[in-house]
Structure formats: structure tokens, C-alpha cells
């Protein structure tokens, strides 16, 4: 009958087991020492060797030669281990035995010496499942247990094994297995039977695994089923699901062309190829992870899970793009893969997540963004925080003055008792100085043909404060300062947008302050105030520092 590979070459020595050297050392020294705890704890991921290493100590203690850290493999009880059949080594799964009966009977079983061997050794696997009832009936027998007994509690989770069992047993934390180790005894198991496979078809298998020996050598045993004694990674790929690096590098292709539509063509692809989608979001989140580690250390890293080719190519890729970008790359496709699992349109969600990082993509540093707001000719001087010098007269009359002029001289004579007219104040306009901001909306909002928007700035207080354009007049002039047409001309007017705050009250005496006073500088705030990047950063984006502390005090 067939065996699997991970039957069939399963480790019968601690020189056979991949890995997870702290433990084989642990293990033979204290054989070597005879220091043998009663009780021990083996915990990890599936497939790291927990259940292997348990039969391995097994036959170490066992053997006939033991306790040795080189068991024989030809006495019985060798024989007897690996073949699963003796009954001084008991083997108890506590995912179907995790009740108080069976801890009461296995208490039973070891009042009884071993019939043949030294040591009476029972392996309890998926021990987290056992219930708090059946540890407490556990417990007494494993502080204080025959000295022909050796407990050895094999678990995923040992978070869940309650304190009191695991203060008195010795833990051993298996990890999961090396990338290159794992591809090596693959290579070994395949020369063995006689499997031609290149070394990225092995680094899919791997790759596979996530860690896991037992997992990669099924999906091997797979392959090998599918492909015969050839494999090459693109089967292997197809079978398996896995997505080549080509296939991925078709979005890194988009995000560096800012290309939308390849993305959307990228999913389409997908749908039309029969494709998991949420896989492919896990798969992408795990690309931008590696490309982001291949552009902090480089190709020769062992922190990337793929062969040394791939690994070359991944930092090729990843030196068009900045850490920066990286990063935000991988948080948003994390985010992308967390909402696929809950999405009833996962398509849809794909392909606004893929647009999202392509938009993401032409986002600037803020830095960036400020030094090119400084060298844009479009964007006004900022203004200066010291007083300034008186500005230069102006020859001749304002446009103010010459508007004003000529409206006196087409309106007729009013008679005495004529009433004031409730849609536009008559109250005279406030004196214009030279430089005010009015004059420059005023002239454009007349170039525009926006009268009744003209004659509303004329009859207002307007004085600019940071991003902040602060209107004073009356009630009956607001809805025309808050008119889409007049936003338009202050964003034409002073070149960037303005946040107009408007206030009612007369234009020659304002109700309200149009800002606060001025706080008293310290030497602290006048040094961070005068900082020139500080400035342009409050011009551009206006606000203002309420207060400035030293770090260094």
C-alpha cells in the first residue's frame, strides 16, 4: 500500500528533524544528563514536528540501548514505537477524548508499570481540547507521577492549557521552519524518489507550507500526482492556485503608469479565469510586503520567502517605488483583503480597492506639496508678520472713486422724503485706502458683469487673515458674499481658494473683531512664529498657534 511522503520520510532520530535546534539540544543533553522531566509541553504551528519529536523521545528513552539520544531503530521497542504498535508508549488524541472519564481512566493506566520497557510514555495530542474538569483529574497525576511515567502534552494553542498543568511541565515552543531548510529536504526527498523539480517549483511548495514541513511535503505529494517525475513551477502554480510573480507585477506595472484601467482589466482577467478573489487580495498583500522588505534590505535578505532569482526581481521592482509608497501600498491592501472576507460583491470591492491604490500612488509628501506651492508663480507672496512699510501712493483715482463718480452723476435727484431702499443700503460706502483687497474684487467682479456682486464688496469691510478672507457688512448683503460667483472671483483674485467668513455689522465700525488680539510672545513662540517654514505653512493653510511649548524645558 502507498505511503505519503510525510509518512514515509518522517524523522526517527533527532539528526533527522528539520529545525527547531533549541529543542533537539535541550532534549539530547538532558537524555545525555539523565535529567528526564516527568512532564513535558510541546507547543507550535501544524507541522513543525511536535507528535515526531514525542515518538523520537520516546524511543530514546525506550530503546535498548537507552537512554540514549541515538536510539538504535532495530530492537523492538524501536520497531515497536515507529510502527505505532507497542503499548508502553500511548498515543491519545484529546480532540475525541476530552472528557473526565478518559482523564480518570488514562490516571488508572498509570498506576501499572510497562509491561516491557523502561518508560511508560503517554502523548496526548490537540491537548488544548481537554476540559478544565478532565485537567483538575489530571492534575494531582501529573505533579506527582510513577517514576516509570512520562507525560509529553503536544498542542497549537498552548495559551488554553491551564497554568497549574503547565507549572509542571517543561515547555518547548516549536517555530515554523525555515524558508531555505524547508526547500532543501524537499530537494533531498526528491532526489530520493526520483522528481526532477527546478528550485522555484520547490520555493511554490515552500511557499505553500507557510512554514509548516508536514503541509509543504502534502502539497509536494500533490504535485507529484498532477506533474509526474518533472514539476515545473508553472503547474505546480496552477495547481495549487498560486499567482506567479508576472501576474503580479501587472499591478505594480499599474501603480507605477497610474494606469486605472489596467487595473480594472486586471480583475476582469481574474473573474474570467475562475480566480479566487479574496486569495488574490491575500496574495497581492503578501507582494507589497515583500517588495517593501526588498526595498529596505535588498536582494540577499532571507526575510523574503522566495528563491534568489525571485528575490532579484522583487528589489528591482521595489527600487521604483519609495518606502513611503510601499508602506501604504501594503496597509491598503490589508485593508482591502480584511473587507473581501465579508463583501457579498467581492469584485466590486477589488476593483475599488486596486483604484484606490492607484490614486493613493499620486498622493505628494506634504513637504513636497509646500515646496511646490513656494515655487508655483500663481500662488500670491506670503504676507509679512513684522510691520511692513507704508505702501506706495497711487496716482490718480481709485476704480472706487471713478465708479463712485460716475453713478453720481447718472442718478437723478431724489426727492426729501424718498424711503430708503431695504434691498441695497444707500449708508456710504467706507473710504478705500490704497492696496485693500476690495479693489481687486471689485475690478474683476465688474470685468465678470457681476454688478450686484461689485456693489455688495463696495459696501464692506474685507480684510484677509492667513487662509481666512473676513467680510464685515450688513445683514442684507450676506447671501451675496456667500454666492458661488464670489468664490470663484476670490479664488481668482488672490490666486488659491479662501475660507470666507462673513459678519454682519457696518463696514466703517465693525460689530465684532475680525481676530483675536495678539497674544504676548515669549521667546520661544517669537523664534517658532519667524520660522520661515512655519509661515508658509500658516499662509497656505491658514489657522493660527495658540500656544508654543519648549520640548527642552
Known sequence: ???????????????????????????????????????????????????????????????????????CGECASCREITAGGTVDVIEIDAASNRGINEMRELRENVRYQPARDRYKIFIIDEAHQITNEAFNALLKTIEEPPEWAVFVLCTTEAHKI?????????????????????TARMAWICQQEGIEADAEALAVLAAAGEGSVRD????????????????????VRALLGAFSL???????????????????????????????????????????RNLLVARITGPETRLIAASPAQRQRLTEIANRFSEEDLTRYLSLSLDLFKDLQFSLQPRFH??????????????????????????????????????????????????????????????????????????????????????????????????????????????????????DLNVVAPKSYGLYFRDRAFENAVREAFGRALRVKFITGDAGAPEAPLAA?????????????????????????????????????
Not at 497549574?164 to 524558508?179: G, K, L, N, P, Y
Not at 503580479?248 to 489596467?262: C, F, K, T, Y
Not at 463718480?405 to 460706502?429: I, S, V
Not at 504676548?520 to 511649548?549: H, I
Open 1 to 71: 500500500m502507498y505511503q505519503v511522503i510525510a509518512r514515509k520520510y518522517r524523522p526517527q532520530t533527532f539528526a533527522d528533524v528539520v529545525n527547531q535546534e533549541h529543542v533537539k539540544t535541550t532534549l539530547e543533553n538532558a537524555i545525555a544528563q539523565q535529567r528526564i522531566a516527568h512532564g513535558y509541553i510541546f507547543s507550535g504551528q501544524r507541522g513543525t514536528g511536535k507528535t515526531t519529536v514525542a515518538r523520537i523521545l520516546a524511543r530514546c528513552l525506550n530503546c535498548i540501548q537507552g537512554p540514549t539520544a541515538t536510539p
Open 162 to 182: 491551564p497554568a497549574t498543568i503547565a507549572s509542571r511541565c517543561q515547555h518547548f515552543s516549536f517555530r515554523s521552519v525555515d524558508f531555505e531548510d524547508l
Open 216 to 235: 509543504s511535503l502534502s502539497a509536494l505529494d500533490q504535485a507529484i500526482a498532477c506533474c509526474g517525475s518533472k514539476l515545473s513551477a508553472s503547474e
Open 246 to 288: 508576472e501576474s503580479l507585477e501587472q499591478v505594480s506595472e499599474a501603480l507605477a503608469d497610474g494606469n486605472s484601467r489596467r487595473m480594472l482589466e486586471v480583475v476582469d482577467e481574474l473573474e474570467r479565469n475562475g480566480h479566487n478573489l479574496q486569495h488574490f487580495a491575500r496574495e497581492l498583500a503578501r507582494y507589497f
Open 350 to 467: 477589488l476593483e475599488i480597492g486596486l483604484v484606490r491604490l492607484v490614486q493613493a500612488g499620486r498622493l505628494l509628501p506634504i513637504e513636497e506639496a509646500l515646496a511646490g506651492l513656494a515655487n508655483d508663480p500663481r500662488t500670491p507672496a506670503p504676507a509679512p508678520r513684522t510691520p511692513a512699510a507704508a505702501a506706495p501712493q497711487r496716482a490718480g483715482p481709485s476704480p472706487f472713486e471713478m465708479d463712485r463718480a460716475k453713478k453720481a452723476a447718472a442718478r437723478p435727484p431724489e426727492p426729501q422724503n424718498a424711503g430708503a431702499n431695504a434691498l441695497a443700503p444707500q449708508a456710504e460706502a467706507p473710504p478705500i485706502a490704497a492696496g485693500d483687497p476690495r479693489e481687486r474684487l471689485y475690478q474683476l467682479l465688474h470685468e465678470q458683469n457681476h454688478a450686484h456682486l461689485a456693489d455688495a464688496v463696495e459696501h464692506a469691510a474685507i480684510t484677509l487673515s492667513g487662509g
Open 517 to 553: 488680539p495678539a497674544p504676548v510672545e515669549d521667546d520661544a513662540t517669537g523664534r517658532a512664529l519667524s520660522n520661515p517654514e512655519v509661515q508658509r505653512f500658516r499662509d497656505v493653510f491658514g489657522g493660527e498657534v495658540r500656544k508654543v511649548r519648549n520640548l527642552k524645558e
